[in-house]
């Protein structure tokens, strides 16, 4: 008898330190990567032979992150052949659309999207014994990240007494909002009358960030590449604290929009006037950005010539 | 204590194996097949014996294998002897062997059968003779080797492979190979134009003689020198042919090398991939074996 009200007692406390409340938001804008490109498996197959004469390559492709894909120049490209043994018979010199792929959403925040884009070689007959090449798919696409954060406010930080307070200013981390670019933290300098932040994004997500007016440079087929003024950028829309945009009070940027990063990360400033806020307050912290991104998958084949 | 023993020796298998794989990094040969032989050929060890009697049978066996990837169509081969001692019924002819294929794995084998027979060596006891055994025979090597194609060379774009050098020690199953070569990719007007420094070896013992006169080193005729040492030499980089400094090599020391390119400009727009540079040798080449034989006299 005393075991049974033990053991009751047991799992009442375990269902109710389980139970989460109804209604709970739960945060979709995480994770670090954008798009997620890989080949099917055994499309193609590791080994083609040359009187198959053609051969499909199929990449699954799939939306890890929080903002949706598949507009007009979002696309897919294969290269890595010599052409004149492997020849793409449709889309891989001008690319291959991504087809529309939502990203997370509060009502889907862990549920990626996926569909498949499909290739078609055609293989000539080989002069030698077997052609091994590594095919490389890549996809270039736009995107956007939004990191939301709650800051402080003070408007007088330094003030005499040991008054308490409803917030401290203070530094904040975000890690990643579900785009292969990331507001790392925000660090936060209330001074008398304006608040500094000082915000830094990196690159997390593996692949190569770009202005959004290059993406015909990305494929591997342009005539140019991304060269050193498109590489490495990304553009602040904008940073709004509570309602109020402060973007036009931002220094650190190029052209006052783009944000060139070295190393994959770099920082800027923007700051908010304090003198009419009253008293510390928490207010939320938006920061929208806006970029082009490549991310690439290579697979090993080998084109063996039957006699 | 035996735990510790066992880590220690999972350690060292490690090493080893890891030693082991870095020796022979050089796996791809350059060729499906492998080897520095064309045509292998031995006499047979009782045949001819080591001791005979004065006018007995000698019977000779020679065992010819093509171990190499070429086919060997009019070879000759010929029998030296020293006639005051033995007589045999023939002394030349032709020989044709096929050689390792995709369908055929292992190359032809024939064995080549003299009657001879020891004359009398007078009042001696006995005599030392020396046979030899020649095969001079037309070949052929090729070589396919992958090699990476790196149209934008300044590029920092992801690129599925890396312009370096290759080495092959393994041969491509033929006396003659390609040992190394050295690609270069010269950024010219909106493109690359691809060059190469191939290095070509002798690696077996016998003698390289130009196609059409190595039947002369069999059948004792004499050979130009002009044509002796020769290669005749031909480079293509996915079906199109090489402009090379020389058609035809000259491995008087060994070795020689060439400098080959590709007479179109690739364009940057294709990017990086990997393509087969087929390096193809045409040659005679011819081989001696010799064996000491004792002949006896039966008083």
Redesign the interface.
């Known amino acids: 008898m005393r075991k049974i009200i033990l053991l009751l007692l047991f799992l009442a406390i375990f269902i109710s330190c389980t139970t989460t409340g109804p209604g709970e938001p739960t945060s979709f804008r995480t994770g670090s990567q954008g798009v997620y490109i890989n080949f099917v498996t055994n499309q193609p197959p590791l080994k083609i032979y040359d009187d198959e004469s053609r051969a499909s390559v199929l990449i699954e492709v799939q939306n890890l992150g929080a903002y949706s894909v598949g507009k007009q120049l979002d696309k897919i490209y294969l290269?890595?052949?010599?052409?004149?043994?492997v020849q793409p018979l449709d889309g891989a010199f001008n690319g291959k659309q991504i087809p529309n792929l939502e990203g997370k959403t509060a009502y889907t925040p862990t549920t990626s999207s996926r569909d498949f884009v499909e290739f078609v070689l055609s293989i000539n007959p080989?002069?030698?014994?077997?052609?091994?090449?590594?095919?490389?798919a890549?996809a270039c696409y736009g995107y956007q990240t939004i990191a939301e954060t709650i800051v402080c406010i003070d408007p007088n930080p330094f003030t005499r007494g040991v008054e308490k307070k409803a917030c401290i200013p203070a530094s904040v981390g975000l890690g990643t909002q579900g785009g292969p670019i990331a507001v790392g933290n925000v660090n936060v300098d209330a001074r008398k009358g304006k608040t500094v932040f000082t915000i830094r994004v990196s690159n997390v997500g593996g692949g190569d960030v770009f202005r959004r007016d290059a993406m015909p440079q990305c494929s591997?087929?342009?005539?140019k590449?991304?060269d050193f003024n498109e590489?490495d950028f990304v553009e602040v829309t904008d940073v709004i604290v509570g309602v109020e945009s402060i973007k036009p009070t931002c220094k650190g940027l190029i052209n006052n929009n783009f944000l060139r990063l070295q190393g994959g990360s770099a920082s800027f400033n923007c700051e908010v006037n304090t003198m009419n806020a009253g008293s510390e307050q928490v207010r939320p912290l938006i920061v929208k950005l806006d970029y082009a991104y490549r991310t690439?998958a290579?697979r090993d084949v080998e084109i063996v010539?039957v006699? | 204590m035996s735990r510790i023993f066992s880590s220690k020796k999972s350690v060292f298998l490690t090493i080893l194996f890891l030693f082991v794989l870095s020796c022979t990094s050089d796996i791809f040969s350059g060729s499906?097949f492998t080897g520095s032989k064309g045509l292998n050929f031995y006499f047979d060890n009782n045949a001819p014996p080591a001791y005979v009697y004065e006018e007995s049978a000698v019977p000779i066996r020679i065992f010819v294998e093509n171990t190499g990837a070429s086919n060997v169509v009019n070879g000759v081969y010929s029998l030296g002897i020293e006639e005051q001692y033995i007589k045999v019924d023939k002394k030349t002819d032709t020989i044709n062997l096929k050689g390792k294929?995709?369908?055929r794995p292992y190359g032809d084998q024939t064995q080549i059968i003299v009657e001879g027979k020891a004359k009398s060596v007078g009042s001696q006891e006995g005599i030392n003779s020396v046979l030899s055994f020649s095969l001079c025979y037309p070949y052929e090597t090729k070589a396919?080797i992958?090699t990476c194609?790196d149209s934008?060379p300044s590029?920092?774009?992801?690129k599925?492979?890396t312009v370096n050098p290759q080495s092959f020690s393994a041969g491509q199953a033929a006396p003659i190979g390609v040992t190394n070569i050295v690609p270069r990719m010269i950024i010219e007007k909106n493109g690359v134009r691809p060059q190469y420094i191939i290095t070509i070896k002798n690696l077996d013992k016998g003698e390289i003689i130009s196609s059409d006169y190595v039947n002369y080193f069999c059948t004792g005729k004499s050979i130009p020198t002009e044509q002796q040492n020769v290669i005749d030499v031909e480079v293509s980089l996915?079906?199109?042919k090489l402009v090379c400094n020389k058609n035809k090599l000259n491995l008087k020391d060994g070795s020689d090398e060439l400098f080959c390119e590709l007479q179109r400009i690739i364009p940057?727009?294709?990017?990086?991939?990997?393509?087969?540079l087929?390096v193809k040798l045409s040659y005679g080449y011819a081989q001696t074996i010799t064996k000491k034989i004792r002949i006896e006299s039966k008083n």
């Open positions: 290269s890595g052949f010599d052409h004149n043994i080989l002069s030698v014994s077997k052609y091994p090449f590594k095919t490389l890549t591997p087929y342009a005539q590449e991304l590489l690439t290579f010539h006699p | 499906e294929s995709l369908e396919n992958i194609i934008n590029s920092k774009e992801k599925v492979c996915s079906d199109e940057s727009v294709e990017g990086s991939y990997n393509s087969p087929t």
